[in-house]
């Protein structure tokens, strides 16, 4: 078996990033659009944009851009012709690749459920949900939420910064679905990404780095992992 592919489909969106969509919902009904998957090959971040006015900035930026339904085909078809191994951290997003007829659960290895049976970041863990727990609850006072927003945001970056990769500020719920939003919506303004202005651009740039900060997190702990399981 040949180098395992880490592929975190933490698809950021316009509204919020997926893995707090429950409470996206909350606010709005409408579906949320994915837009910035990636994948981590060898040590190499690969991100691919899908909305269609949003093909400039991945030409410009020399990003992947398809459809979803392309994106993930070609996910599974190169691994298979690589002999890879899809290594994933299992969130509520999984449904959504499901309806595009991709299951990784079938297919690849879920490590949220091995770092969990190894005990090895029970205290993180824990705590993580104790303040995901105390965020999501509306009785919680805004300032002890908005203290909480980062810790309460992401387990697999939060076991990642535990045990000694940064992360990058800041990083908590809702920030990479507003600043997707202000890129589309100007996206939608121009006809090239080189008349962007340098504030969407900066935007755009920080979400794809929350994705590649996603993907780069699962490798870190599966090699941790790896090493003291």
């Known amino acids: 078996m040949r180098t395992p592919w880490t592929y975190t489909p933490k698809i950021s969106n316009e509204r919020s990033t ?36 949003l093909a400039h900035a991945a030409d410009a930026n020399e990003w992947g851009h398809a459809s979803l339904p392309d994106y993930l085909q070609t996910i599974h078809d190169q691994a298979k012709n690589e002999q890879r191994t899809i290594v994933f951290f299992d969130s509520p997003e999984f449904a959504v690749l499901k309806d595009h007829g991709v299951d990784l659960r079938e297919s690849g290895v879920d490590l949220r459920t091995l770092a969990e049976s190894s005990g090895l970041y029970t205290t993180v863990w824990t705590t993580f949900e104790d303040n995901e727990r105390r965020f999501k609850d509306p009785e919680t006072a805004q300032p002890t939420r908005d203290a909480l927003r980062s810790n309460a945001f992401d387990l697999l970056t939060v076991i990642s910064e535990e045990l000694g990769m940064d992360r990058p500020h800041p990083y908590g719920a809702g920030k990479t679905g507003a600043r997707l939003r202000y890129a589309l919506k100007h996206a939608r303004n121009k006809n090239d990404y080189e008349s962007w202005s340098p504030g969407a651009k900066r935007r755009l740039l920080q979400a794809v780095g929350h994705n590649e900060h996603d993907c780069k997190a699962l490798r870190f702990v599966l090699e941790h992992l790896a090493v003291n399981a």
């Open 18 to 53: 997926l893995t707090s969509k429950a409470r996206a919902r909350s606010r709005t009904r409408s579906t949320p659009r994915r837009l910035s998957p990636g994948v981590v090959i060898e040590g190499v971040y690969a991100p691919t944009l899908l909305d269609p006015d």
